[in-house]
């Protein structure tokens, strides 16, 4: 088992152009009030601060690919068996900014470098793959993101493996939230955040979802993580894109399109290189914890008053 803990994937190429940027903002739900993150005209347009998490996935595709063939491809990591992509889900993610990304990656040569950082057997409820990626201009050498992943292969442990270190938990401060953002996702949500470049079939074939135990076809973890993400910056960050370094979140609960999702967000007051702590909750309205664990860093954390649907 030593040998997985990392273990380097082959890097792989990723480029975005300005239009990707555009369907990602309207995919996590950006409204007018954003718009420089929807007008590429805008005089201070620029990437949703988050959009990185979706290159994973995107690569340099600009045509939809097979999802299953893709996860099923790459290398296998030493001493862990082969896990079954359809049974998969997301389990936590975090996304540090080390350098804003340009609005396109024209004229540079991005990759992803990704290396195991643990994989975790957990008896019968499955097995927990931890991998970190580093977005990577790759003439310069520089980083420009860091994004710890967390994928949960639902029933498939007892292999052996080690169970993995003690997590460490940001739960909310025991007081009224400081901040609420509420955002009333579409029946059709999973089918246009898919357009980003995650195509697991999850997220659009009823049946799918079904086999997996869930009502349908459910709505992409990242796509609630990413909608926290601007709720976040929206209540607390003037919906300025650069001052989010830092966010992360466990995937507690499937979401359904058609769910509205609360966010409960908290200033604890904590400080880390210059920002500020926030903790944060999302739950779909009236139901279950659907991020549990989050946790953002902001500079020049300011107050709004009031959600926006
Ligand atoms: C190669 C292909 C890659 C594909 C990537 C995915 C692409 C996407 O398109 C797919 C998605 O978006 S899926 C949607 C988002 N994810 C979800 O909805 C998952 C929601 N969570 C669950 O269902 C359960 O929490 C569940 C099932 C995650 C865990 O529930 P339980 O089995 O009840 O687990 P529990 O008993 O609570 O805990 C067992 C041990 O596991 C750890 N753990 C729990 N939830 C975790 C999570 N979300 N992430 C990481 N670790 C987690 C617990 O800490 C516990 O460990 P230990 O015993 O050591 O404390």
Redesign the pocket.
Known sequence: MAEAAGFEFPSIPVSWVKRDLLVFANSIGATKDELHFLYELHPSFTAFPTYPIILSFKHTDQEVVDFYAR?SGGPSIPGVPK?D?RR?????RQLTVIKPIPATSAGKTFELRGKVIGV?D?GR??T?TEIQHELIDKSTGEVYTRILS???A?GQGGWGGP??P??VNYPPPERKPDAIFTYQTTEEQALLYRING?Y?P??ADPTIGTKMGFPGA?????CTWNVAARGVLRMLGNSEGERLKSFQA??????MPGDKLVTEMWVTGAKEDGAEEVRFMTRVEGGKV?LSNGRALLTKVEKKAESKL
Do not use: E, T
């Open positions: 996860s896990l992509p998969i889900v997301d389990g936590q975790y957990k409820s499955g927990v967390s994928s949960f639902v169970k993995g003690k997590g995650d697991n999850l997220h459910i709505l992409h973890g990242l466990r995937f507690a609960a499937p979401v659907v």
